[in-house]
């Protein structure tokens, strides 16, 4: 069944720098997403991605978070400069055009020290 | 987006029907009811989505009061493999499967043996 990869599982950084959070969705979608679950709260929505551009993003999609996708299968998730805040679980989601249903990946732990 | 109430958590016993019930009584005419499950911090996984018939797929049956107010998602034999956070998604995509979910607190299963 297809899958949609995310990497790494796990990252540790220090605060105020620079992280990318990597996803490679299902081959044939064309509607990408970041979701963060912050330990113990609820899976929030992030941002949406069609077509080479931000579709809809949340009031947490601040000016330090930004997405891309540089190569035609790679999906990035970057936070510039990170606070202790943003230590969650990332998820990375992808959707067809005429599927029914979102598929996300394993995540990534982000923790922020 | 509209509301929905689920219980916080439920007990099932290994084997036996998992009824989890929720309310979304402010749910608008083209919004689906959609599941979507949780496992131990996993990616969210698809179960099933219905719009006002019931529904059965190979996880799960989905029946939908005839007013849409409320719904239930049924698995027929639970097993220790489905304890999760069970979420219930009001969700209009124009009958695809693009936009961005909102996720509640859902129903934390525990299938016991």
């Known amino acids: 069944e297809p899958e949609v990869t995310q990497t790494p599982s796990h990252q540790v950084t220090q605060m105020g720098q620079e992280v990318i959070l990597r996803c490679v969705p299902i081959s044939n979608h064309l509607y990408f997403y970041w979701y963060r679950q912050i330990l113990g709260q609820k899976v929030e929505f992030l941002v949406s991605?069609?077509?080479?551009?931000?579709?809809?993003k949340s009031e947490i999609f601040d000016d330090q978070f930004s997405v891309e996708r540089p190569d035609g299968s790679n999906f990035t998730l970057k936070i510039r400069s990170t606070k202790l805040e943003d230590s969650a679980m990332y998820f990375c989601?992808?959707?067809?055009?005429?599927?029914?249903?979102?598929?996300f990946g394993q995540g990534t732990r982000l923790t922020v020290v | 987006d509209a509301k929905t109430t689920q219980p916080p958590s439920m007990d099932c016993a290994e084997g036996r029907a998992a009824n989890l019930p929720c309310n979304h009584s402010t749910i608008s005419g083209n919004e689906y009811v959609y599941w979507y499950r949780q496992i131990h911090s996993q990616g969210p996984q698809y179960i099933i989505h219905?719009?006002?018939n019931n529904e059965t797929n190979e996880m799960a049956s989905l029946i939908i009061t005839e007013d849409r107010k409320s719904s239930t998602l049924i698995l027929p034999h639970a097993t220790l493999r489905d304890t999760a956070v069970y979420y219930c998604?009001?969700?209009?995509?124009?009958?695809?499967?693009?936009?961005?979910?909102?996720f509640g607190q859902g129903t934390i299963l525990t299938v016991h043996p």
């Open positions: 998604i009001p969700f209009n995509a124009g009958g695809t499967s693009y936009g961005k979910l909102t």
């Open positions: 989601a992808s959707t067809s055009p005429s599927g029914t249903e979102a598929f």
């Open positions: 991605f069609y077509n080479n551009e931000i579709s809809e």
């Open positions: 219905g719009l006002k």
